[in-house]
């Protein structure tokens, strides 16, 4: 067997400043600025995060993975990363953030790590491991997952995913962009609601998520994801099932929560349709934001990769 200590990754970034026993950097990638942070020593684990957050959700994980080489990426258009005025579908498409990530690992000299993702940072990973498999060892990931099809036209989802294309709507930056008041508002909604019974966003929390996502043009720099087209609604309008020999090779761990109201379990149906080796995992009692609702989980995930 492999522990992280086993493995050496060679190739670091420049360190700006310490932070938490870390290395906080920035680095220049495919035109964009992007902000990240690393911790550790041992095999890569990279790890991507969801919309409407940013790198601290992973707060809780890297401390469980000590024994690795952690990178923690803002995502091109988040948190302190580059947040250009660009065509969304050439610039902030799931496409466009894999070649991000593709070009922060190579350039970091990382060896095939672990990646890992959430919400928006699982359909990155997804795509990521689809283009460029040999940068991929493993993926550890949450809804969403492809196979959901036309059921999202129900009227269920539709109650729920109302957000994407009101994000679309430039009705959604004269209501919230630049305004701090109404950011906070806006993605308070979003964090009590598609968390479980037992996660609470802090005031905290609030506070931070309001520093990166307050000032002019920060949130309007968020939703382009959904303005490229890239969110579940509409790639569930032109979903099609691969043929055997196209389906996503790479090992994978899909983590679905118990209270996710975007993705009910029995979404989980269509995965072996999708994936070629992935392996369903439940978890039950927890919400959407998986780093901050089970790290515990994705940590042993992470490991079971290593070992």
């Known amino acids: ?42 095999p890569a684990v990279v790890l991507l995060h969801g919309w409407p957050g940013d790198r601290t959700d992973y707060r809780d994980l890297v401390p469980l993975l000590p024994d690795c080489d952690v990178v923690v990426p803002d995502l091109r258009g988040f948190g302190h990363s580059g947040k250009h005025v660009a065509d969304p579908v050439e610039q902030y498409s799931s496409a466009a953030q894999a070649r991000s990530v593709a070009e922060l690992i190579t350039s970091l000299g990382l060896i095939r790590p672990v990646v890992v993702g959430y919400d928006i940072g699982s359909r990155i990973a997804q795509t990521l491991a689809q283009s460029r498999p040999d940068l991929v060892r493993a993926l550890v ?21 109302w957000y994407q294309q009101f994000h679309r709507l430039p009705l ?7 305004k701090p008041d109404a950011v906070r508002e806006y993605l308070r909604h979003f964090w009590e609601h598609w968390s479980g019974p037992d996660f609470s966003v802090t005031d905290e929390h609030l506070d931070h998520l ?11 720099a ?37 209270y996710d109201p975007l993705f009910p379990r029995e979404w989980s149906d269509r995965i072996g349709e999708f994936f ?29 990769f290593l070992t």
């Open 276 to 304: 070629s080796d992935a392996r369903l995992r439940f978890v039950d009692g927890a919400g959407h934001y998986a780093p901050l609702e089970y790290p515990a989980v994705l940590a042993e995930e992470i490991h079971r």
């Open 1 to 42: 067997m492999t522990s992280c200590d086993d493995e050496a990754v060679s190739g670091r970034g420049q360190a700006v400043r310490q932070q938490s026993g870390g290395r906080n950097a920035g680095m220049a990638v495919d035109g964009f600025e992007l902000a990240y942070d690393r911790a550790g020593s041992g």
């Open 172 to 178: 959604s930056e004269a209501l919230v962009d630049g």
């Open 210 to 220: 309001v520093s990166v996502y307050g000032p002019p043009g920060a949130f309007t």
């Open 222 to 258: 968020s939703v382009q994801w959904y303005r490229a087209g890239a969110g579940t609604a509409a790639r569930a309008a032109a979903e099609t099932t691969p043929a055997p020999g196209d389906r996503l090779a790479t090992p994978a761990a899909v983590l679905w929560p118990e």
């Open 141 to 161: 990931i949450s809804p969403p997952l492809p196979g959901v099809g036309a059921r999202i036209f129900g009227p269920g989802p539709l109650r729920e995913f």
